[in-house]
Structures are given as C-alpha cells and as structure tokens.
C-alpha cells in the first residue's frame, strides 16, 4: 500500500541548514507537504509543493521534489532553537480531497 | 478567525471502558476527519467526513470506533470498548471543499487534539 517514509531524528547546531528528507510510494500524489507539530500542540502546515514543480522556497524553507525518485526534501536555512520540532511528510492519495498518508515524523534538535 | 476545537484534551480511562471525544471545525469547513497519531507515529486518517456524510471510513475499526457529524458540523469519535492499543491522540481536522471537489492543496487545520490513555 501507500507508505511514507522520512528518518526519525536530526540534530544540528544553531544557524546550520537543516536538511529532512522523505520518500514516498504512491506516483499519484498530486501534494505533497511538510507539517510541523510542536510538543502538546496539532499539526500546522509549512509549505507544500505540487507534484509538477522541483522546487519551491518560501523565505527559509526549501523544498525539493525528485518525482522520479519520489524523493522530497526540506531544508531550513539558518535553523534557530524555535525550530526544534517534530516535522512530518505527507502526500496526497487516490485522487481523494485531503486524504493524506503521513511518514513518522523527523525530530529535529537545535543546539544552540 | 477560531481554529478547530476538540474536547476533552486528556483522558484516562481503563481498558473496556468507553470514550468519547468531541470536535468542532473551522466554521464553513465543509470536510472533516478524523485521525489517530500512536506516540512516534505519524497520524493515521480514522474517518472523513463531506458535510454529514462519510466519505472514507476504510481505517475505522468499526467493531469498537463509531464517529457520526449531524447537521454536517460538529462531530463526535467514539471508542467503546476501548483497549489498551487504543492509547493514542485523536486530532480533528478540517479543510473547505474545493470547487467541483477537485484535488486542491488546501490545507488541512489541526486542532490541538485528544490524548486517550488505556490502562
């Protein structure tokens, strides 16, 4: 069935780049997207990017797409402390509204 | 603009007990749904609503979780009996349907979500 995958821990030092990534199953999915969830809290959208884009970047987020490979990307320029975060992948499947898949999620910890 | 809203944040209950948690989406939202997150899991979708109706019910272990949204806007997940696997947080999300129900990148809001533990 449909899977996503992305590892499960990144550690890096305070304005490093920040560099998740995840694979996914499914070469239908229309969206793909990157959700943060901090302790206690829902889920909030980052930024997403629609399956016939490579890249997309949104102030210090960037995001790549390889559609071959089903590979997606992440990266957080100058990472700061207040992006210590869970940080899940997820795509869109069978061509329904919003049903998404979500990978397990990247701890990221930023040392100050 | 008032974000999804779930009731209760926490409960404890014991094994075979039931529960109920309670969700009430952005006003105007059209889609509702449900979705279990187990501790290290990614959240795993339990029911979709459109309006009143049910859409995808797939994951729904039907013999134990029932969920139900009369009058197409609040709705209610119910778990009974519970079981110790059941241990998780419940998060309710809603999003506006998209024109002609086409596939739209709108985005899903989360509320801060139910946090079910079995003993």
């Known amino acids: 069935g449909e899977d996503v995958e992305q590892s499960l821990f990144l550690s890096v030092r305070e304005g490093d780049s920040s560099v998740i990534n995840c694979t996914y199953t499914d070469s239908s999915s229309t969206y793909l997207y990157w959700y943060k969830q901090e302790p206690g809290a829902g889920l909030q959208l980052l930024t997403y990017i629609f399956s016939n884009m490579d890249m997309k970047q949104d102030q210090r987020l960037t995001v790549l797409l390889n559609k071959k490979d089903k590979h997606l990307s992440l990266r957080i320029a100058d990472t700061q402390t207040g992006d210590s975060a869970i940080y899940f992948c997820?795509?869109?499947?069978?061509?329904?509204?919003?049903?998404?898949?979500f990978g397990k999620g990247t701890k990221l910890s930023v040392k100050p | 603009e008032a974000g999804v809203a779930q009731s209760p944040r926490y409960k404890i209950i014991e094994k075979r007990q039931s529960v109920a948690f309670w969700c009430n989406p952005i006003?105007?939202?059209?889609?509702l749904y449900w979705y279990q997150q187990i501790l290290g899991q990614g959240p795993k979708l339990l029911i979709q609503?459109?309006?009143?109706?049910?859409?995808?019910d797939s994951q729904l272990p039907k013999d134990r979780f029932s969920a139900e949204r009369l009058k197409g806007v609040d709705s209610t997940l119910k778990i009974q009996p519970a079981k110790l696997e059941d241990s998780a947080v419940y998060l309710c999300?809603?999003?506006?349907?998209?024109?002609?129900?086409?596939?739209?990148?709108?985005?899903?809001?989360f509320g801060e979500g139910s946090r079910l533990t079995v003993l």
């Open positions: 997820a795509a869109n499947y069978g061509g329904s509204q919003g049903n998404l898949i």
């Open positions: 999300a809603s999003r506006p349907a998209g024109i002609g129900g086409a596939i739209t990148a709108g985005e899903l809001f």
């Open positions: 609503f459109q309006n009143n109706g049910v859409v995808d």
């Open positions: 006003s105007g939202h059209a889609t």
